[in-house]
């Protein structure tokens, strides 16, 4: 099946940079949106920033100068660049994707297990 497998999460200090990575394995025919969202311990899951399959980027304005999300398409992969990183920041961050298994499949979205980001002196 296909599942999402998120990596680079961690402890940093304010200040400090993270790159997180996402590879999508399994079934893959096609992959349309791909994005990251983040859950803080008692908010909702949020968007953080996404990327089409034409490269269309969208980022949430608390991140937006700081954070880039960028795709290979070749491996699947989808990456987020995390700079100037903040107390704010700190959460679990999902990988999330818009993936077609075969060419008779719909597109379905699929969820990564969230990795764990932390911002703290």
């Known amino acids: 099946q296909v599942q999402l497998a998120e990596f680079g999460g961690g402890l940093v200090q304010p200040g400090g940079s993270l790159r997180l990575s996402c590879a999508a394995s399994?079934?893959?025919?096609?992959?349309?949106?791909m994005g990251w969202y983040r859950q803080g311990p008692l908010n909702q899951r949020v968007l953080v920033a996404r990327i089409t399959v034409e490269e269309i980027i969208e980022y949430t304005d608390s991140v937006k100068g700081r954070f880039t999300i960028s795709r290979d398409n070749a491996k699947n992969m989808v990456y987020l660049q995390m700079n100037s990183l903040t107390p704010e920041d700190t959460a679990v961050y999902y990988c999330?994707?818009?993936?077609?298994?075969?060419?008779?499949?719909?597109?379905?979205?699929?969820w990564g297990q969230g990795t764990q980001v932390t911002v703290s002196s």
């Open positions: 999330n994707a818009e993936i077609m298994s075969a060419a008779w499949e719909p597109h379905r979205w699929y």
């Open positions: 399994g079934p893959i025919f096609s992959i349309a949106d």
